[in-house]
Nanobody
Framework: QVQLVESGGGLVQAGGSLRLACAASGFTFSDYPMAWFRQAPGKEREFVAGITGGGDRTSYLDSVEGRFIISRDNAKNTVHLHMNSLKPEDTAVYYC??????????????????WGQGTQVTVSS
């Protein structure tokens, strides 16, 4: 069955960096766009970054553009989120998600059919 397992979260000071990883299994990884979402306390879950199956196109939330980079290694069935210049407002649980469609990066939660368990990122000021 499909499994998505995130790792790499933690506590970091503002201005610091973290790299999240998502290990995927149970499907043909290179066929599907992948994305990262996040949910801060008291807020709805929001799209952060997405990448096509081949890794040729990416999409970002405006507030992380230029600071975060999404990448994937199809040989290792992993997707990463490189987070730089972190801000306290980036504090959230970060989730890896698999697109239900092979053909495009969507930002709506309903387009994603499998989710990881989440990893906590805390940025202190």
């Amino acid at each position: 069955q499909v499994q998505l397992v995130e790792s790499g979260g933690g506590l970091v000071q503002a201005g610091g960096s973290l790299r999240l990883a998502c290990a995927a299994s149970g499907f043909t990884f290179s066929d599907y766009p992948m994305a990262w979402f996040r949910q801060a306390p008291g807020k709805e879950r929001e799209f952060v970054a997405g990448i096509t199956g081949g890794g040729d196109r990416t999409s970002y939330l405006d507030s992380v553009e230029g600071r975060f980079i999404i990448s994937r290694d199809n040989a290792k069935n992993t997707v990463h989120l490189h987070m730089n210049s972190l801000k306290p407002e980036d504090t959230a649980v970060y989730y890896c998600a698999k697109s239900g469609s092979r053909y495009s990066i969507s930002r709506g939660e309903s387009f994603f059919d499998y989710w990881g368990q989440g990893t906590q990122v805390t940025v202190s000021s």
